[in-house]
């Protein structure tokens, strides 16, 4: 599922690197920033939970994993403003299906993304989106997807798992107007890493508590023009683990 800050792209490297953290005695695989599911749904093991604080997207994940096949094949444009401007009236998983499949590289209700004339000829945005998602929802069956926030798990809770988190990216564009908690989130790791091997993507992360395992150029783009950046995709694991 197309989703901002999606590791698609990477996932071929990173999914091995982060599987081979599962083990035979590994209690489960936790992914507390599942997005749209565009690793978890890589991972192999019996017992994958994907969450998210985000009712609506987690709403559509299953609705995908579930019911794919009544998935609509497009979105048109007077539908898009009408759930835009109408949520309540609508099912969570459908205006989750309308925010992220038929906006903009995904954001959320971030501008229609239909029809556009690109070299290669007319496309469809939303459309090949909703397919991708079709496509996708053989993967999420096996997935236990929960709308929860990360602060709602404990180290009590959760013990013998590997977990992965694909946070919102520090002073970032895409993520300027969220208000993630980041050193709340970086103590959560570290008590979380006393039962549990836990893994974090990002640009960058305090050198004092996290090891860098893994590193990689990739092309990023920042807006609706395809105006992009270089930037360095890294791979962190709490230190003492």
Not at 11 to 38: C, H, M, R, W
Not at 103 to 122: D, H, L
Not at 130 to 150: C, H, T
Request: charged share 25%; hydrophobic share 30%; aromatic share 14%.
């Amino acid at each position: 599922m197309k989703y901002i800050g999606s590791k698609n792209k990477i996932s071929k490297e990173l999914a091995p690197i982060i599987q081979s953290y599962i083990k035979e005695d590994t209690k489960g695989y936790l992914e507390p920033f599942v997005g749209g599911a565009n690793m978890i749904d890589k991972i192999q093991h019996k017992n994958k939970v994907g969450s998210d604080i985000h009712k609506e997207l987690i709403a559509l994940l299953n609705f995908a994993k579930d019911k794919p096949e009544y998935l609509p094949s497009g979105i048109t444009k007077d539908e898009y403003i009408a759930v835009r401007d109408n949520k309540v009236l609508y099912d969570d998983w459908y205006v989750g299906l309308v925010g992220f499949c038929g906006s903009y590289n995904a954001k959320y209700f971030g501008g229609y993304a239909g029809e556009c004339v690109t070299k290669q000829g007319i496309r469809h945005y939303d459309q090949e989106a909703i397919k991708n998602l079709k496509k996708q929802s053989n993967g999420l069956r096996d997935i236990l997807f929960l709308n929860k926030s990360f602060l709602d798990y404990s180290e009590n809770e959760i013990s013998g798992y590997v977990i992965y988190c694909d946070i919102p990216y520090k002073n970032t564009t895409d993520y300027k107007t969220t208000k993630f908690p980041y050193d709340e989130f970086y103590e959560w790791c570290l008590k979380m890493s006393q039962n549990n091997v836990v893994l974090v993507s990002e640009y960058n992360m305090p050198e004092e508590l996290f090891e860098c395992i893994w590193n990689k150029e990739c092309r990023v783009f920042l807006d609706n023009n395809n105006n992009n950046k270089q930037r360095t995709e890294k791979l962190f694991i709490v230190k003492h683990q």
